[in-house]
């Protein structure tokens, strides 16, 4: 360990963990005592990650019901994730009271939320530390969770990566790092599953994507399936019809059409395909704009060697700008060329917001996919060109939305609170 890691723990162990473990003491004296209360460990805003909104939007539902449970950096993380979007979230504690709750309480369950960034190191070690223990489920956020499993095994060289996949799925490859490791791992039909499963025990997985049950078979044989339990909840989609464009590019002050794509730019996202969709459009005399709004954009097109003239970048906005930025763009587009299970909160809020999406099919599930517009998986920057194009020609959305009120955030929380 580095002398500014040892260094890090310690001011946090020293000042920072001691403050919040008051205010959760604090806090705790807001829930009622009643028996059957269930930890949530998940990652919390304001983690660059959508994972932490997404969920604490389905916790916060049941306050005296869910307690979640994350390691904040520091008071003002803290303080933040309590005041989120201008509510009390009053059941949000920090890591170092958990002990503390599991005495004050009874709880009856656990659940983990793990997605695949360094994000949920932490939520995945506690749930490595409570192997033996019963009632426990993991909420995968989606089915490729390679990144938390070799994190913890710190096993991201060649030769110890190589042995983990030898010592989990029996296989002898070589990782030769030649290509993105996210695509050897899909090459290879390899999620991580099966490791975090014999990590931490837990046979019980809460998902948000019909597909997501499919993607176990890769992992699983007919026998180990035979002992596992997966529950599928609606993807919440919350009302958000009332956000306001952003100023800048609201309709009225711009002279050509605006496509946006949302979140972590990527291959697996096709990210490179939509920027020369809509190059190949400006050459035709099309003005038409490209809008990234999310996490490492410019590191991202810093890789490419491709024409960004037409793109817009907003760098790691604000929940509230990163809303308004959704809600200025005539079309959006969200690919996932290769499915892994994922829900998308960005598909999920531009629905809340009424707002055209073109996205891959088999992606959207669970009854949403007829709000969207479903491509074929790699589709070619040439015909995504024709299809944007269709969409920004087309009518105003004529879907039935009041069919999405049974997909809210509050029936998710119930969903859960009654499946488990």
């Not at 949920?120 to 749930?127: C, Q, V």
Request: charged letters at 25%; one cysteine or more.
């Amino acid at each position: 360990m580095k002398v500014k890691d040892i260094i890090k723990i310690g001011i946090y162990k020293i000042f920072l963990q001691p403050i919040n473990w008051l205010l959760s003491l604090l806090l705790s004296n807001f829930q009622k005592k009643h028996s059957g209360k269930i930890l949530i460990y998940s990652v919390m805003p304001p983690a660059t990650t959508g994972m932490a909104s997404f969920a604490l939007k389905i916790f916060n539902k049941l306050k005296n019901k869910f307690l979640i449970i994350n390691k904040f950096n520091n008071f003002f993380e803290y303080l933040y994730a309590i005041f989120y979007e201008k509510q009390f979230n009053s059941n949000i504690f920090d890591i170092s009271f958990d002990r503390q709750l599991i005495k004050k309480f009874t709880v009856d369950k656990k659940i983990f939320v793990i997605g695949n960034s360094s994000h949920h190191d932490e939520t995945f070690r506690k749930a490595v530390l409570s192997k033996g223990e019963t009632d426990r489920y993991l909420y995968l956020g989606e089915n490729l969770l390679i990144t938390p499993a070799l994190n913890y095994l710190k096993a991201w060289k060649k030769d110890a990566m190589e042995k983990v996949i030898l010592k989990y799925y029996n296989k002898k490859l070589n990782v030769t790092f030649d290509e993105d490791i996210n695509i050897f791992w899909v090459k290879n039909k390899i999620s991580g599953l099966k490791i975090i499963k014999e990590l931490t025990g837990i046979n019980k997985f809460i998902v948000f994507n019909e597909n997501a049950k499919e993607l176990f078979n890769n992992e699983f044989s007919q026998e180990e399936l035979n002992e596992i339990e997966i529950i599928t909840i609606k993807p919440p989609v919350e009302d958000l019809t009332n956000i306001i464009p952003i100023r800048e590019l609201s309709y009225h002050s711009r002279d050509y059409k605006l496509v946006g794509s949302f979140g972590l730019p990527q291959a697996q996202k096709s990210t490179d395909d939509i920027i020369e969709a809509v190059n190949l459009l400006n050459n035709k005399g099309i003005k038409i704009k490209l809008l990234l709004a999310g996490y490492d954009i410019n590191t991202y097109l810093n890789t490419l060697e491709i024409n960004k003239e037409n793109i817009i970048v907003y760098e790691k906005p604000s929940s509230a700008k990163f809303l308004s930025l959704m809600k200025a763009v005539d079309t959006a587009i969200q690919l996932r060329p290769n499915n892994q299970g994922e829900t998308s909160g960005c598909i999920s809020e531009l629905l809340g917001m009424r707002q055209k999406i073109i996205t891959t099919k088999g992606f959207v599930t669970n009854g949403l996919e007829k709000f969207c517009i479903n491509v074929e998986p790699y589709i070619s920057p040439q015909r995504l060109a024709d299809v944007i194009i269709e969409t920004l020609n087309s009518k105003d959305n004529s879907y039935n939305y009041d069919t999405l009120r049974e997909y809210s955030f509050s029936n998710a929380a119930y969903q859960i609170k009654e499946q488990l």
